[in-house]
Nanobody
Framework: QVQLVESGGGLVQAGGSLRLSCAAS????????MGWFRQTPGKEREFVAG????????YYADDVKGRFTISRDNAKNTGYLRMNNLLPEDTAVYYC?????????????????WGQGTPVTVSS
């Protein structure tokens, strides 16, 4: 049984930083692309960042480029999203996901497994 468990969300002031973690079991994260998405009430889940199967290739949504960094620790089978210079508009529930294959995956349809989400609130 595949499980993805996010942690690290919380309340932070604008300009602050958080690091989200995504611990996987039942699936080797590095064998597939991994992504982070976010969702706010009444909106579609949106792509934030992705990392392909090794060698690592990362890609980001335009509004987080330069502020967020996705990474993966293969030994711990855990993915991360480092978020710097957070803005109030980054407030959302953040989800990690493991894709169906190892290639570039921007669409939620390309992801087979999802975590339960971790909330991030950025105050102004």
């Amino acid at each position: 049984q595949v499980q993805l468990v996010e942690s690290g969300g919380g309340l932070v002031q604008a300009g602050g930083s958080l690091r989200l973690s995504c611990a996987a079991s039942g699936r080797t994260l590095s064998n597939y692309a991994m992504g982070w998405f976010r969702q706010t009430p009444g909106k579609e889940r949106e792509f934030v960042a992705g990392i392909n199967r090794g060698p690592d290739y990362t890609y980001y949504a335009d509004d987080v480029k330069g502020r967020f960094t996705i990474s993966r620790d293969n030994a711990k089978n855990t993915g991360y999203l480092r978020m710097n210079n957070l803005l109030p508009e980054d407030t959302a529930v953040y989800y990690c996901a493991s894709a169906t294959d190892g290639g570039t995956s921007y669409s939620s349809d390309q992801y087979a497994y999802w975590g339960q989400g971790t909330p991030v609130t950025v105050s102004s």
